[in-house]
C-alpha cells in the first residue's frame, strides 16, 4: 500500500516529509512509455542517506515499488534496475495510478551505524533494532491521472439564451464554465474583449477555489496545501497545481483573493487598463 | 633584504614626466557610478568561486564611516596630491576636487568582501611575476587578468579586459582603493592602490599610480613590491578565505542602500535566481529566496508595468521564472550559436528588451532590437559555454554593451557585424509571431477566443507543473506530491540556512479540531488541535517508548504551562481509529524523563503534560501486551482562554 498520510512510526522512518532523517531525501520521479502490449515504467531515484545506501548495497533491505491503480502491485526492484514492464491487460491507466517507491528489511537491522538520524534518535541509535520485514523508507508519490479531455484547459464559456440569469458560472468536472445568456456581455465588438472578460473570469476562480476548500479541507475553511492528498476531481487538481507552482501553501475562505491575485496574472490589472484604453480613446 | 623606509606607500620613479592625464578608465566608470562599482566587483567575486563548492558565492557589500587616521599611509598620500601639477583643465579640476576632499576627519567608506571564493594566491612572495601567483598580478599590473588554467571556466568567467579594480579606484574621491586578503592558509594580507598622475615629489619624478607595499631590494638593480600583513583597522581585515575590496573617501552618492540593491539585482538577477550568488546590502539579504519579493516591490521597482522605461529587471525575472524558453540559433555566417530565449508578451509594457545574460549570471545589455524598441514584449536571453566565450568577444570594456568597434581584425570584426545584425534579426521574428498571434488581422474578433488569452496564460502554467504522455493516444497527465528538499545541517553559511529554514516553516504544524457537534470553539471548555507528525517524534526502545512534541512553531500552544495529550491508530489504509487503543491497558507508567514528573491517565488522555519551552517529552513504560508495531497520530488538547 502507498503511504500518503503522515504518521508516527515506533522508529524512524526516512520520508521527505519527516524530520527523522535530519538531511536525507527519498525523491522518485517515473515517466511512462508505451508499446504494444506493455506498459514501460521508468524510474529514477534520488536517496541520499549513506545508512540506507549501505544497506542496498548489502542487500539487507528490498526495493519495492507499489503501483497503485484500481488495487496494489509490488514489485521487488534491485538498486540497478530502471524500470518495470507491466502486461497492459493488468494495469489499467484509465483511473488514476499512483507510484511510490519504498525501503523494506529483509532481516532485523540493528542502527547504531546510522549517523542519518536527527538529534532526537540519535541518541537511541545504540539500542534501535527494527524487525524483518519493516517499512524503512517511502518516497514522494508520483501520480498518473486517467485520461483527461481537457489536460491543461481551465476554462470554457457557453451561450445559452434560455438562462435564467444573465451570467451564470458553473463547475464541470474538469473545467470552470462560464454561461451567457446574450452573446453581447462577452463585449466581443471591442477590441480588448478577452479583457474585459475578466471580471467572470475572477468570478469563475473565485468558485472554484471555494469549492475547492469545501471538498479537500478537512473542516471546510482551510486547506493546508503541503501536507493534503491530492485532489481528487480533475479541476481540483489543475487548481492544486497552478497553486503550488505560485507557492501557495495554504488556502482558507479568507484568502481566496489573495490566491486568485498569486495565481492569475494580474487580472484586474489588465482589466483597468483595459477600461482606461476605452475611456480615453473612445471607441 | 627589507628597505629600511617607515612608508606605506610606494610609486616607481621615472626619469621625467611625459603623461599629464589621469588614467581614461577612470572616468569611464565614473560615468557608471555605483552600478558600475557593483558590477565590477562581484563579478570578481563570481570568477574568484571555489571550484569544488556547490553553493552560491557570498558577497557581503557595507557601507558607513570612516575616520581618517585608520587608513594606512593616509598622511603620505595627502603630501602626494598637495604634490600634483595639473596641466590641462579636466586634470586640474580633479586635482582641485581631491585637495577639497583631503581635510576631512571621517569619511565614507563601502566594502565588499566575498566568501566560498578562493581569494588570491601567493601574496607572501609579493611582486612575483608569476601566472600561479594571483596577488602578484592583481596588486601590481593592469590592464591584466589571470587566466584560470581550466578553459571551461575561463570561458564562463566575466571579465578579461583585466581593468575592473581601476572601477574601485574611480569610486573614491582620491582614486584610492585597498583589498584584504585571506588566502588558504589563512594567510592575510593588505594590498591597495591610488590613481593619481605622473608627478614630482621631492626632487624627483614619480609614476601615476601608487601601490601600497613595502619595497624589498632583490638584488643591485631590481626591488620588488611585498605586501603587508594585515593588522589594520577592522574595516579592513578579512579574517576567512576570499577578498574583500574597500573603499575610502567614497564619492558622494555611492553609499546607498536601496541603489546598490537595485544595481546588484539589475546585472545578477540570473546568477542570484539560480542559486549562484548572495549578495547582503548593510544586512539586507539578496538570495534565490528573497530576490522575487524584492523586484516586486515599490521600495526599490516600479511596478507599474505600463511606466516602466529604463530598469527591466522586474520584467525579466518574470519572464526568466514563468516563460518557457525556445531555442534560438543565431549565426556569424561562419560558425552557429545556440541561445535560450525566454520571452513574454505583454501589452502593457510600452518598451521591448532583451536582457543578453552570461552563463555566470550577469546581464550584459539592455538590447533594442531595431524596429522593435518600443514593441510589448520582454525576452531574457541566455546562451552555453560557447555562446560565452563569443559573447564576451563582443563585449566593450565595461560589459554594458555588444559591439563590434573594438574588434581590430577586420575578418573577425564582420563576421561580428552579422552576428549582432542576425541576433537582431531572429528576435523581430519571434516578436512578430507573438504580435501576430496576440492580434488577430481582421476587425471582427473571432468570439471562440475571448477567452483566449486569459486561458493560454493559465495552460502554460499547468503545462510546465505537470507533464502528459499520450497513451493509447489520449494524454495521461502526470503530477507528483510535492517535495521539499531539506536543508543539509553542516552547511558552512548555517546562519543564512536557519533564515531561510524560519521562513519556510511558518506554517503552524498545529491543525484546530472541531467538535463533533459543530459547536463553536468558545463554547466548549477545551481546545482540540491535530498535531501533524513533523513535530512529534517518537520510538520504541526495549520497553520503554520516548515521545517529543516540538510546539515552538504554533503559538497557541507556545504559550501554555501544559496540555493534554490523546492519540489514534493508523492502519494499514491510512485511516484513523480513533477510540481503538487504550492508554491504560498499553502504559505502565508515564512520566517526563527531564524531572520525573509523573502524568496521569484519564478518559484515554495523558493529563497535564508539561510544556517547557514550547516543547513536551515524556517517557512511556510499556506493558508485556503492548502492540509494538502500531502507528499513531497525536492529538492536544488545552483549556480554553475565552
Redesign the interface.
Known amino acids: ?1 502507498i ?10 522512518v526516512l520520508t ?10 527519498f ?1 522518485l ?6 508499446s504494444s502490449n506493455m ?1 514501460r515504467l521508468k524510474y529514477k531515484y534520488e536517496l541520499d542517506s549513506p545508512f540506507l545506501e549501505n544497506l542496498l548495497k548489502e542487500n539487507r533491505v528490498q526495493l519495492l515499488l507499489i503501483i497503485q491503480s484500481r488495487d496494489n502491485k509490488y514489485y521487488r526492484v534491485e538498486d540497478t534496475d530502471q524500470y518495470v514492464d507491466i502486461p497492459k491487460s493488468r494495469l489499467s ?1 484509465n483511473k488514476r495510478t499512483s507510484v511510490q517507491l519504498q525501503i523494506q528489511s529483509k532481516e532485523e537491522i540493528n542502527f547504531s551505524l546510522n549517523e542519518d538520524l ?1 538529534d ?2 540519535l541518541q ?1 541509535k545504540e ?2 533494532n527494527v524487525s524483518k520485514h519493516a517499512l524503512l523508507a517511502y518516497s ?9 479531455t481537457k ?7 457557453k451561450v445559452n439564451p434560455t438562462l435564467s440569469s444573465d451570467i451564470k458560472i458553473e463547475l464541470g468536472t474538469e473545467t470552470i464554465i ?1 454561461n451567457y445568456r446574450n ?1 453581447e456581455y ?3 465588438e471591442f ?1 480588448q ?3 474585459l ?2 471580471p467572470y ?1 475572477y468570478t469563475g476562480l473565485s468558485r472554484a477555489l471555494h469549492q475547492f476548500i469545501i471538498n479537500n479541507g ?2 471546510q475553511e482551510t486547506v ?4 493534503c492528498d ?1 485532489p481528487s476531481s480533475p479541476l481540483d ?2 487548481l492544486y ?2 497553486m ?3 507557492m501557495v ?2 488556502i482558507s475562505i479568507d484568502s481566496i483573493d489573495e490566491v486568485i491575485h498569486k ?5 484586474i ?2 482589466y483597468i ?1 483595459a477600461i482606461k484604453g476605452l475611456a480615453q480613446h473612445g471607441d | 633584504m627589507l628597505l629600511n623606509e617607515t612608508n606605506y606607500w610606494r610609486f616607481s620613479k621615472i626619469p621625467n614626466i611625459e603623461e599629464s592625464n589621469f588614467n581614461k578608465v577612470l572616468e569611464r566608470f565614473y560615468d557608471m557610478k555605483v552600478t558600475g562599482l557593483v558590477r565590477e566587483n562581484i563579478q570578481n567575486s563570481l570568477d574568484g568561486k571555489f571550484k569544488s563548492y556547490e553553493g552560491p558565492v557570498s558577497v557581503k557589500i557595507q557601507t558607513g564611516e570612516l575616520e581618517t587616521r585608520c587608513i594606512p599611509g593616509n598622511e603620505e598620500l595627502i603630501d602626494r596630491i598637495r604634490a600634483l601639477q595639473g596641466r590641462n583643465s579636466y586634470t586640474k579640476e580633479t586635482i582641485r576636487h581631491m585637495l577639497n576632499k583631503v581635510d576631512q576627519r571621517s569619511v565614507s567608506y563601502i566594502s565588499f568582501e566575498d566568501q566560498n571564493t578562493k581569494g588570491l594566491t601567493g601574496a607572501s612572495y609579493g611582486q612575483s611575476n608569476s601566472k600561479q601567483h594571483t596577488w602578484g598580478i592583481y596588486a601590481y599590473n593592469k590592464g591584466v587578468h589571470f587566466e584560470e588554467s581550466d578553459s571551461t571556466i575561463e570561458t564562463a568567467r566575466g571579465g578579461s579586459h583585466g581593468v575592473g579594480k581601476i572601477a574601485s579606484n574611480a569610486a573614491s574621491d582620491i582614486h584610492l582603493m585597498f583589498f584584504a586578503n585571506c588566502d588558504q592558509n589563512g594567510e592575510q594580507h593588505l594590498g591597495g592602490t591610488i590613481q593619481l598622475i605622473e608627478h614630482a615629489y621631492k626632487d624627483q619624478y614619480y609614476r601615476a599610480s601608487g601601490y601600497f607595499a613595502k619595497l624589498q631590494q632583490d638584488n643591485d638593480t631590481s626591488t620588488k613590491f611585498m605586501p603587508f600583513k594585515n593588522d589594520f583597522h577592522e574595516v579592513f581585515s578579512k579574517t576567512t578565505r576570499g577578498l574583500k575590496i574597500i573603499i575610502p573617501y567614497l564619492r558622494k552618492g555611492y553609499a546607498e542602500t536601496d541603489d546598490i540593491i537595485t544595481s546588484v539585482c539589475d546585472s545578477f538577477f540570473m546568477s542570484i535566481i539560480e542559486g549562484k550568488l548572495e549578495v547582503e546590502v548593510n544586512n539586507i539579504k539578496i538570495n534565490s529566496d528573497t530576490i522575487h519579493d524584492i523586484v516586486t516591490s515599490s521600495t526599490y521597482y516600479e511596478q507599474k508595468i505600463e511606466e516602466v522605461k529604463k530598469i527591466f529587471t522586474p520584467l525579466y525575472v518574470n519572464t526568466y521564472l514563468e516563460k518557457a524558453p525556445q531555442n534560438l540559433v543565431i549565426s556569424d555566417s561562419r560558425q552557429n550559436f545556440n541561445f535560450r530565449l525566454y520571452f513574454n508578451y505583454d501589452e502593457r509594457i510600452t518598451k521591448g528588451r532583451v536582457a543578453i545574460v552570461r552563463t555566470v549570471g550577469m546581464k550584459i545589455e539592455d538590447l533594442k532590437v531595431k524596429g522593435n524598441v518600443n514593441k510589448p514584449f520582454n525576452a531574457v536571453l541566455i546562451g552555453g559555454p560557447e555562446e560565452d566565450s563569443y559573447l564576451k568577444s563582443l563585449e566593450n570594456e565595461s560589459h554594458t554593451e555588444l559591439s563590434s568597434d573594438h574588434i581590430k581584425d577586420p575578418i573577425l570584426q564582420r563576421q561580428a557585424k552579422r552576428f549582432i545584425n542576425n541576433l537582431s534579426k531572429e528576435i523581430s521574428k519571434v516578436i512578430e509571431s507573438a504580435i501576430k498571434a496576440n492580434n488577430p488581422a481582421d476587425g471582427m474578433i473571432n468570439t471562440e477566443d475571448i477567452l483566449y488569452v486569459v486561458e493560454t496564460e493559465f495552460k502554460q502554467d499547468l503545462q510546465s507543473s505537470m507533464g502528459t504522455v499520450l497513451i493509447n493516444n489520449k494524454p495521461v497527465v502526470k503530477s507528483k506530491t510535492t517535495v521539499k528538499k531539506k536543508e543539509k545541517r553542516n552547511a558552512k553559511e548555517n546562519i543564512n540556512k536557519n533564515e531561510k529554514k524560519d521562513r519556510k516553516q511558518t506554517r503552524n504544524p498545529l491543525k484546530l479540531q472541531k467538535s463533533p457537534s459543530g459547536e463553536h470553539d468558545g463554547e466548549s471548555t477545551s481546545k482540540k488541535y491535530s498535531a501533524h507528525p513533523e513535530m512529534v517524534e517518537r520510538i520504541i526502545v526495549q520497553d520503554k517508548e520516548y515521545l517529543n512534541f516540538d510546539f515552538t512553531k504554533s503559538a497557541e500552544i507556545m504559550n501554555d504551562q501544559s496540555c493534554d495529550i490523546g492519540l489514534a491508530v493508523i492502519d494499514g489504509m491510512g485511516v484513523e481509529h480513533t477510540n481503538e487503543f487504550d492508554l491504560a491497558s498499553s502504559y505502565l507508567d508515564i512520566r517526563n524523563p527531564n524531572n520525573f514528573t509523573k502524568y496521569d491517565i484519564e478518559n484515554n488522555l495523558i493529563k497535564d503534560v508539561e510544556i517547557i519551552e514550547g516543547k513536551a517529552q515524556l517517557e512511556l513504560s510499556l506493558l508485556p501486551q503492548y502492540n509494538r508495531t502500531l502507528k499513531f497520530v497525536y492529538y492536544v488538547e488545552v483549556p480554553n482562554d475565552l
Open positions: 500500500m503511504y500518503k498520510k503522515n504518521a508516527n512510526f515506533p522508529y524512524p521527505n516529509d519527516s524530520h527523522s532523517y535530519a538531511e536525507s531525501n525523491i520521479d517515473v515517466s511512462l512509455e508505451e506498459y491507466l536527527n532526537f534518535y537511541f539500542k534501535l514522494n508519490v508520483v501520480v498518473f491521472e486517467g485520461s483527461t489536460p491543461f484547459e481551465l476554462f470554457e464559456k462560464i452573446p462577452q463585449f466581443v477590441s474583449s478577452n479583457k472578460n475578466n473570469i478537512e473542516d493546508d496545501l503541503e501536507v491530492l487538481i489543475k497545481q497552478l503550488t507552482k505560485k501553501t495554504e495565481i492569475s496574472d494580474h487580472i490589472d489588465k487598463s
